[in-house]
């Protein structure tokens, strides 16, 4: 039976609180109403209220109590019931867990989980990709799964891991994507890459649900005869240069995608690692697909034009393919 | 709302226990003074030590009151200006002043500056700059003793201005509904750098903002050490015992500017005056010897080993190198 992406996480909690008792969820909702997603649905009935935490709305204090748990020795996973109102936990997030290993040697080993996307018509407040607000800190790995096998497999190696984690669910891809997955106890490694469709003539570097656009685009100007490689990043830090910068040195080209807003967005990090290291096998600008910069908009028309689409990514990769 | 008490009854009244706590109240005290006096007084304006330079002058009593009821399983999140906490548990002054001159023998090797410094094993949790972030990080700790069944407790320290802040209310908040075991230390000097109190907050104490978490408060005469320890003592016990969060107020005055580039010239003279009279090191002295725990010479003799460990410490600290240019990106995430 195929697994959904909701349930891959889910599945991959589960797991990580029956290998390590140290391993506890806190957060609004997540207890006796499941989340808000219902990714932990089931986990109060089966750890109890003390490894279930249903907290007041207090997204700083969930979080800074996270980062206290962690220093004394458990393993906290933060849920933030929209990754909008990570805003207000920022300080304890980019202030506090980012900083306290390179200060004094006090590693926060949190995972701050956060649904995050639109698509859903949540409007400015429940659909943004704010991954970059965070990228853009060091001392925190950001990780967007695009694939129900990734979701569950990085979900485990985000709460092993020793830094803090922000790990960012779409949305829009939890009951929408979903695979067998492996059997067993398996994990997918953070800051890896992961080519996602391999192709001759063309790159998109991508990650989280513009995975998927970039594979339909894909597929449509296959038809055409253009062979479009999908890199999905998996991670934004640490991030896989190797691999983008693999995926270009061998196609030429290459087009960034990304569903958070243009400027200042993680793609124009990933063109500039391109044409610094790779200039010399370009056949073509880096280009890059995102959102306009406006708040995410409510109405079904405005949130339609808003999202990359499959036409504008298949626009850009012929117009490219063609440079 | 109870009143300050000005004569509080120390439990160990009589037991002779008084005599040998009031040592220790004195050591610690003046060591925190002597320390901060070389940082801000003569350091700083030196050039040995850049930054910001924050210190307790004028409110010693509390960290040391309150530290020497701490057991060591007990987690600490000192403020800004509760330096004697780190000598309790055992940090060394050369460590400090290595930190404040951004050595690599400071807690932080250089990383950060002044009393941004935390050592886990010795169960000193480090401040951020944004003032009562330790609060919510307080109360996980606590959280987390509870969930490991152990029963020690986490002290939180911050100021007066502090309590305004979201995280301070989302953290006492959290813990109160958790019933976890924090106690929640406030010095309120009566200023945030510049601002007094009444524009900081439209209730008469700290205490009283209590009320709105179900969590028991008291104020206490924050320049005298026996008093917080009585209470701290209370507070610890309510804590301990599952009752949850426990809030001390402490009633001080901020003997200095904000940080030492600051003549706090906003702050009417007559309060320096009536406050340096409640000089909690002084009263110390005087009533060591006034209750015969102490003669005036044990009492000097006390001061003149600290002035001495002060100067080797300084000379130490002074001799530990500058870290190495080439250590600045190591340390960002583990190395594996
Ligand atoms: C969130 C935040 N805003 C502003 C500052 C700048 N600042 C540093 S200390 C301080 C005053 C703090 O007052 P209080 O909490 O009473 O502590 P005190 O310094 O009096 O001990 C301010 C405004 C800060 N550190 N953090
Ligand atoms: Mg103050």
Same mark, same amino acid.
């Given at each position: ?323 | ?110 990383? &950060? $500056?002044?009393?941004?410094? #935390? /050592?886990?094993?010795? *169960? ?7 003032? =009562?972030?330790? +609060? ?23 100021? &007066? $201005?502090?309590?305004?802040? #979201? /995280?301070?209310?989302? *953290? ?7 019933? =976890?075991?924090? +106690? ?23 205490? &009283?903002?209590?009320?709105?978490? #179900? ?122």
């Amino acid at each position: 039976m195929p697994t959904t992406y909701v349930e891959a996480i889910r599945e991959g909690i589960r797991e990580e609180m029956e290998r390590d008792p140290n391993v506890f969820l806190l957060g609004e909702d997540i207890g006796v109403y499941g989340g808000a997603f219902k990714v932990t649905q089931g986990l109060l009935d089966q750890f109890g209220e003390r490894r279930v935490v249903d907290t007041p709305i207090s997204e700083s204090a969930i979080v800074g109590a996270a980062i206290g748990a962690s220093f004394m020795g458990l393993r906290p996973v933060a849920e933030m019931q929209f990754a909008d109102f990570i805003s207000c936990g920022f300080d304890q997030i980019v202030n506090y867990a980012a900083k306290c290993r390179y200060r004094w040697n006090a590693p926060a080993a949190i995972v701050v989980r956060a649904p995050c996307g639109g698509g859903i018509h949540g409007g400015p407040f429940h659909s943004q990709q704010n991954e970059a607000w965070f990228a853009h800190t060091p001392g925190l790995k950001v990780v967007l799964p695009a694939t129900a096998r990734d979701a569950k497999g990085l979900i485990k190696s985000a709460i092993r891991d020793n830094d803090p984690v922000l790990f960012f669910e779409h949305k829009a891809l939890y009951r929408r994507v979903k695979e067998d997955l492996p059997e067993g106890d398996y994990t997918v490694p953070i800051g890896k890459a992961n080519v996602y469709r391999e192709g001759r003539d063309l790159s998109i570097v991508t990650y989280s649900a513009m995975v998927h656009t970039a594979a339909e685009a894909a597929e449509i100007v296959a038809k055409d005869g253009i062979s479009v490689e999908v890199v999905d990043l998996r991670t934004l830090t640490p991030f896989d240069e190797e691999t983008v910068l693999e995926s270009v040195k061998k196609t030429s080209k290459a087009i960034v995608l990304h569903e958070a807003t243009l400027t200042g967005g993680f793609g124009g990090e990933i063109a500039a690692r391109i044409t610094e290291k790779a200039f010399e096998y370009l056949d073509g600008p880096v280009v890059r697909i995102a959102a306009p910069d406006t708040p995410v908009p409510f109405s079904q028309t405005l949130e339609d034009a808003y999202l990359p689409s499959v036409e504008q990514v298949v626009e850009k990769v012929r117009w490219l393919a063609a440079y | 709302m109870a009143a300050v008490k000005l004569e509080a009854v120390h439990p160990d009244r009589g037991t002779g226990a008084e005599a040998e706590l009031s040592r220790k109240f004195l050591y610690y005290m003046a060591l925190m003074r002597e320390v901060e006096e070389r940082i801000e007084r003569r350091l700083y304006r030196q050039g040995k030590v850049l930054g910001g330079v924050y210190v307790g002058r004028g409110q010693e009593a509390i960290p040391v009151g309150s530290g020497l009821v701490a057991r060591p399983d007990d987690v600490l999140f000192p403020s800004h200006r509760d330096l004697a906490l780190y000598f309790i548990r055992g940090v060394h002054p050369r460590n400090v002043f290595a930190q404040y001159m951004g050595r690599v023998d400071g807690l932080t090797r250089g990383r &950060d $500056g002044n009393m941004h410094m #935390g /050592d886990l094993s010795k *169960g000193l949790v480090a401040i951020i700059s944004a003032m =009562a972030a330790s +609060v919510p990080v307080a109360a996980g700790a606590a959280m987390a003793m509870k969930y490991q069944g152990k029963d020690s407790v986490a002290l939180v320290y911050f100021g &007066d $201005g502090a309590t305004s802040r #979201g /995280d301070w209310h989302e *953290g006492i908040n959290l813990a109160s509904v958790q019933k =976890a075991p924090l +106690v929640l230390l406030c010095n309120n000097n009566q200023y945030a750098y510049s601002t007094p109190l009444s524009k900081q907050m439209a209730c008469q104490n700290v205490a &009283d903002r209590a009320a709105g978490y #179900g969590i028991p408060a008291e104020i206490v005469d924050g320049n005298d050490p026996f008093a917080i320890h009585a209470a701290t003592r209370r507070a610890v016990e309510h804590a301990r015992g599952g009752l949850g969060p426990y809030l001390i107020e402490c009633k001080t005055f901020r003997m200095t500017g904000h940080s030492a580039h600051d003549p706090a010239d906003y702050v009417p003279k007559h309060l320096f005056e009536e406050w340096g009279a409640m000089c909690p090191i002084q009263r110390m002295q005087d009533r060591m010897v006034e209750e015969g725990w102490a003669t005036r010479e044990e009492t000097n003799d006390i001061l003149a080993r600290i002035r001495k460990e002060t100067d080797e410490a300084i000379a130490w600290a002074e001799n530990s190198p500058f870290p190495d240019p080439s250590e600045l990106t190591l340390g960002v995430y583990e190395s594996k």
